[in-house]
């Protein structure tokens, strides 16, 4: 049987990239033996962004945009390519031989190994070059680990927890752990990253102090550890602001900015683009090439972005050239899509992983369930971006439950189509409560899938309950 740590996966793993104006704008090139490789920081930073480049497999339109819309009460499916596949996730009747769970998973572990290969090699050298620079090529690779673990972990719960290189498929066969043991490697790596990692990118789309705070603090919520959230957090509050406008969040143009990003998975023209767009897109928009209209926003979304919230016409759009939509789509990725740009190099946009104004609702959320109801502090925050979107500020008086009722409604309409939803219920608790009308089983559909291929694979491998 066939392991999924291919041949050319693990070459893949030994390489670095050609550093280029927009970085990550070409995938790496050659392989390069690893222990000739790691000497100079020249070196060691190619291999770095060798891993920046596993992160793209894992925002593709079937991936966790999949797990995170499609599986929540965020987006619908409408008629465009793969829909039987999209429709196991809008129905809660994902399978283990489903090919995008697998490609999620598989995509995990490739980033994972990158890292491991990466911190291996970098582990006992003193490299030649820029002083200082090393710590901080570590603490992107562990920023970079951490990420996809917990990205993992929430999806699947127990997990293999590998820390070193794998570059054969012996040794792959190890049992799961559990899921607390991964939260533990998790926070490990993001506080070593935190320590080593700038509050500037180095380069414009590596990782930098702000965004391995912004995660540790996602991790430390999904623990209910609230009170370290907020630590973590006032360590980002001030650090960046929101745009005035809404709409310059998804320019082309402001991409990797110092404003109101934090991080980006990086994209570029065809082959190297996001299928984002495409997957957006109805098939009313004509002379753009390939369009797959496949997600669509969901009634509970609809009703939520209303006429008065300067988000709604940024995210939202009902027509093309006077020809009506079946239903609206999402917009706010297109600023791309101009002239005579082909749907598949409109996707060279960047996928907003943290910006702002999720740090700002992320404080709203921690503080809450820190002083077990709304702060004025927190709601503060919470309104800091309503009021960007021009609605009213919330009032005081909600409930500790309610307030996290309020601040998931504001997290739905901020962050419509960026991936976020499935992972902001699953943290509050409010899975079951939200999506039982949409095929959730409690006790099953908290985890997804373990991929058939793994458990042919490794026999110490074992299947999530109710699979």
Known sequence: MKKFL???????????????????????????ATGAFYNTVGEATQAVTGVYTFLRPLYLGNSMTLSSEMASDAFTFV?????????????????????????????????????????????????TGTPGK????????????AFTYYHLVQLYGDLPLRTEPSTSVAGLDIPRSPAAKVYETIVADLQKAVAQLPERSE??????KLAALTLLAKVQLSLKQPEAAVASLKQVIGKRSLYKEYADVFKLANENNTVESIFEVQYGLSPFNNDVVQNYTPLEVTGVGFVFQVYAPSKEALALLTPTDKRTPVTLWSSFNGKPFVQPFVRKFNDALVGTTQANDAGQINWPVFRYADVLLLYAEALNAAQKGPSVEA??????????AGLAPQAAGLSQSQFVDAVLDERLREFLGEGHRWFDL????RLAAYLTKYGFKTGTHEVFP??????????????????
Not at 379 to 388: F, I, K, M, Y
């Open 6 to 32: 291919s041949t050319c996966f693990v070459a893949a793993l030994l390489i670095g990239s050609t550093a280029c104006e927009k970085f990550l704008e070409e995938d790496p090139k050659g392989q390069v």
């Open 79 to 127: 008629s465009g390519a793969g829909g039987a596949l999209v429709t196991l996730y809008e129905t809660f009747q994902i399978v283990p031989t489903d090919q995008a769970n697998l490609r999620t998973y598989q995509a995990g572990y490739q980033l994972i190994n990158a890292a491991n290969t990466v911190l291996a090699n970098l582990q006992g050298k003193t490299l």
């Open 134 to 145: 090393q710590p901080i090529l570590e603490g992107e690779a562990l920023f970079l680990r």
């Open 203 to 208: 380069a414009a789309g590596r990782a930098n």
């Open 379 to 388: 709601l503060d925050a919470l309104n800091q971006v309503r009021l960007r």
């Open 426 to 429: 699953k943290r509050n608790d």
């Open 450 to 467: 373990i991929p058939r291929v793994e458990l042919d694979a490794n026999k110490n491998m074992t299947q999530n309950q109710g699979y």
